[in-house]
């Protein structure tokens, strides 16, 4: 549900319906085979949910009342409703917003990009493509779409389309400018999709299945599993949006100059850029590598994170005020460890034998197709990708898992699909909203061409990602 959904009611109003769905869950009575601790958690974790979607507060304040609640209303004792500050993928995510904030702070982002714009900028296709190719290079280390979208792409594709004359105010080459910021907004999405730090709802997806089915996969799995549809999703994309569109302007040197001229400004790079280069490369070399190495990959980034500490890169004030890092530790490691808990409560297993007499008979391929299509559907309702997967992973996944499919396969799809519902809308996810209100594409364009580029990311994670899937033995 987006904000604008919310406007007709008070944060007081949306605070209440989230306790009153709350308290009609605890005063029902627990069906026969759910212990009254397992519903008391159910009704407690559903609020939490609905708090997310309704957002009466910040997630972060809304998951710490929920975190009070549980030992007071005897549903936890305090170290169980505090275990999920020690999983070691929620620091995994932490650490890796300190590499975005590297990123923005050292410039490092801007000047890959310029750095490809200046010798590929020549056409609005290969503009997009350029872009396409630098969110390629920053995604692996800033799982935020937010920080990596709004503080690094939109800018720069907002500076092309101001250098080329494509102006919202003066109605000129509009085409071009939707053309373009369309582009770069499905390249964020698309990388998120690829990289399991390329967004911290793939880390969640990761870590509820951790907890729920005592199954994750490394960052150099998912990686593998996932390259070859998200490369052709990358090449097929800004081709296909450039034939919906249709840009005005199909050449623009104005571009490469543009490019040229904000390295010129920038200088050489700096020795920061420099470190953090080498940064860069070590962690990527030793994420890919975890199952050689044996090192977490969440202390590969800490690792990282402490590079750039000693190396002046960061100061602590950095870390200290990365808002977004430490508001996703406090959520995160409150929610997964509630859902973690509905599973040891019994709860899931009793889910799962009640939905598996409902789809009786049906092969579990049928029904991963099914329901994949609904889940990612289901995002109309959603403006977090977070929310999505802690309002429809959990209950999704135990469905398929106790119908037979592995639980790597249902991971992998409904981590990437969840990305890949950003489309949709206008308000998908947190950076939708940046590039959408750049103002060259109407709310109803936007709908239709977010439809269609949704259903060929479902094509091809189905017909592409499936059988890559099985390929590698994770399915």
């Known amino acids: 549900m987006s904000d604008s959904n919310n406007q007709g009611l008070s944060p007081l109003v949306r605070g209440l319906m989230c ?21 008391g958690l159910l009704a407690v974790f559903i609020a939490t949910i609905a708090g997310f979607i309704l957002q009466p507060m910040p997630i972060g304040a809304i998951a710490l009342i929920a975190l009070t609640l549980l030992p007071i209303l005897g549903i936890m004792k305090t170290g169980e409703a505090l275990a999920g500050f020690s ?42 493509y350029v872009m396409s190719a630098a969110d390629f290079v920053i995604a692996p280390f800033t799982p935020s779409n937010t920080a990596r979208g709004g503080g690094i792409i939109f800018p720069i594709v907002r500076s092309i389309t101001s250098a080329i004359g494509a102006d919202v105010d003066k109605k000129t080459n509009m085409r071009t400018g939707a053309f373009l910021m369309f582009s770069a907004y499905a390249a964020v999405i698309t990388s998120a999709c690829i990289f399991l730090t390329g967004a911290s709802n793939n880390v969640l997806c990761n870590t509820l299945a951790q907890e729920i089915f005592g199954t994750s996969i490394g960052w150099g799995d998912w990686f593998l599993a996932c390259i070859i549809p ?75 994170l402490s590079a750039m500490l000693l190396t002046g890169i960061l100061n602590w004030s950095d870390v200290a005020h990365q808002h977004a890092a430490w508001d996703v530790l406090v959520w995160m490691g409150v929610l997964v460890n509630m859902a973690a808990f509905l599973s040891k409560f019994g709860l899931m297993k009793w889910f799962a ?13 049928m029904m991963l197709i099914v329901l994949s299509i609904i889940y990612t559907m289901a995002h109309y309702l959603l403006a977090s990708n977070s929310a ?53 594409m109407g709310q109803g364009e936007w709908w239709k061409i977010g439809f269609i580029i949704t259903v060929l990311h479902i094509v091809v994670w189905m017909g592409v990602g499936l059988p890559v899937m099985k390929v590698i033995g994770m399915l």
């Not at 009609?24 to 085979?33: E, H, L, Q, S, V």
């Not at 420099?274 to 199952?291: D, E, Y």
């Not at 206008?426 to 103002?439: E, K, L, Q, R």
């Open 353 to 365: 034998g009640v939905m598996a007499a409902q789809f009786a008979g049906m092969e579990w391929m």
């Open 388 to 440: 999505h997967i802690m309002a429809l992973f959990a209950a999704f996944a135990t469905i398929l898992v106790a119908a037979g499919a592995p639980v790597l396969g249902v991971l992998i799809l409904f981590g990437a699909l969840c990305n890949s519902a950003s489309f949709l809308t206008h308000y998908g996810c947190g950076v939708t909203p940046i590039f959408f209100g750049a103002g060259f």
């Open 19 to 39: 306790v009153a769905i709350g308290a009609i869950i605890w005063f029902i009575p627990a069906p026969a085979g759910v212990t009254a601790q397992a519903w």
């Open 87 to 128: 999983n070691t993928t929620i620091w995994l995510i932490v650490s890796a917003f300190m590499f975005a904030e590297g990123f923005i702070k050292t410039g490092l982002g801007k000047r890959i990009s310029y750095m490809l714009l200046s010798k590929f900028g020549s056409s609005t296709l290969r503009v997009a």
């Open 230 to 304: 998200g490369l052709i999703l990358t090449v097929a994309t800004p081709y296909i949006l450039y034939k919906l569109i249709n840009p005005e302007l199909k050449n623009t040197p104005e571009t490469m100059e543009l490019a040229k001229r904000e390295l010129s400004e920038m200088g050489p790079m700096s020795t920061k850029e420099i470190i953090l280069s080498f940064i860069f490369v070590i962690a990527l070399i030793m994420w890919a590598t975890g199952s050689y190495h044996g090192i977490d990959s969440a202390f590969v980034a800490l690792l990282g």
